[in-house]
Structures are given as structure tokens and as C-alpha cells.
């Protein structure tokens, strides 16, 4: 929605989900697949190819 244009900018790269709000859409470059197409995972995967784990701190 587009109350997330405010959160695209502090995190340096965002990438919105293809099924984004089209105001989100037109505002940020990097689009990656729907949520039910695991965008989120993918970008993920791309970005940590080793994997990544929580710390238990």
C-alpha cells in the first residue's frame, strides 16, 4: 500500500512484490515476483546465496 513508500526509502535497495500498490510500483526499481510466486524468498536466496539464520542472542 501506499504507506510503504516512506519504509522503500530507509531501506536503501527495497524491492516491492509484483502485486504491489501501483504507486509503490512506480516509486521503486526493483520489482520481484508476488508474494504467492515467493518474491520475498527469491530476493532473499539472490542476495544471501549462503543462507542466513537469526542469532540467538
Same mark, same amino acid.
Given at each position: 500500500?501506499?504507506?510503504? &513508500?516512506?519504509? +522503500?526509502?530507509? $531501506? =536503501?535497495?527495497?524491492?516491492?512484490?509484483?502485486?504491489?500498490?501501483? +504507486?509503490? &510500483?512506480? $516509486?521503486? $526499481?526493483?520489482?520481484? &515476483?508476488? &508474494?504467492? =510466486?515467493? =518474491?520475498?524468498? %527469491?530476493?532473499?536466496?539472490?542476495?544471501?546465496?549462503?543462507?542466513? %539464520?537469526? +542469532? +540467538? %542472542?
Amino acid at each position: 500500500m501506499p504507506n510503504d &513508500l516512506p519504509m +522503500s526509502g530507509w $531501506a =536503501g535497495m527495497p524491492y516491492v512484490v509484483a502485486s504491489a500498490h501501483p +504507486s509503490v &510500483l512506480d $516509486a521503486v $526499481a526493483q520489482v520481484t &515476483l508476488s &508474494l504467492a =510466486g515467493d =518474491g520475498v524468498a %527469491r530476493v532473499m536466496e539472490r542476495h544471501f546465496p549462503g543462507g542466513w %539464520r537469526v +542469532s +540467538s %542472542r
